[in-house]
């Protein structure tokens, strides 16, 4: 990985680089050509560095995939929903980046200062968070029992 701030890229990402569609890109890591990290079974995390033919340290670059969480655990750090965690993203409120069409990959320190902030400055309106419960509505689905 170069030096600086870097950070792993998405599919559609290595995709546009290479210039090649997603599907060549997916088949690239199935058979072993480029080496991808799995975020937690949405998505995968893939070197710049690599995509562009460059020199990478593995290594290096699998300690900067662990600091990448998917939005289900950002929702648990930061007691919100999935829609209210997308939302930060994408106003750059917390750091992250669109894994593909659904899964975002969301920095695990980026959550963690959000909510010390939020926990540090006191609530000037609205309804507090509740920070006992999980919110992410996938997580919590009630088992109901279907009506025969």
């Known amino acids: 990985m170069s030096k600086g701030k870097s950070r792993p890229i998405s599919v559609i990402e290595a995709a546009d680089i290479r210039g090649v569609s997603t599907v060549a890109i997916l088949k690239g890591i199935a058979v072993g050509r480029f ?3 799995e975020l937690s079974n949405k998505g995968w995390l893939l070197s710049e560095d690599e995509m562009r033919g460059k020199k990478f340290d593995k290594m290096a670059f699998i300690r900067e995939c662990r600091k990448w969480i998917c939005v289900p655990d950002a929702c648990d750090i930061m007691c919100k929903t999935d829609a209210a965690v997308i939302r930060d993203v994408k106003s750059g409120r917390v750091e ?3 894994l ?8 695990k320190t980026s959550a963690e200062e959000e909510i010390k902030e939020y926990l540090a400055s006191p609530q000037l309106r609205g309804r507090p968070r509740d920070l006992t419960q999980n919110k992410n509505p996938r997580r919590n689905k009630r088992k109901t029992k279907k009506k025969v």
């Not at 593909?100 to 920095?107: P, T």
């Open 100 to 107: 593909n069409g659904r899964a975002w990959a969301v920095l």
């Open 96 to 98: 992250g980046f669109r």
């Open 35 to 37: 080496h991808a990290e």
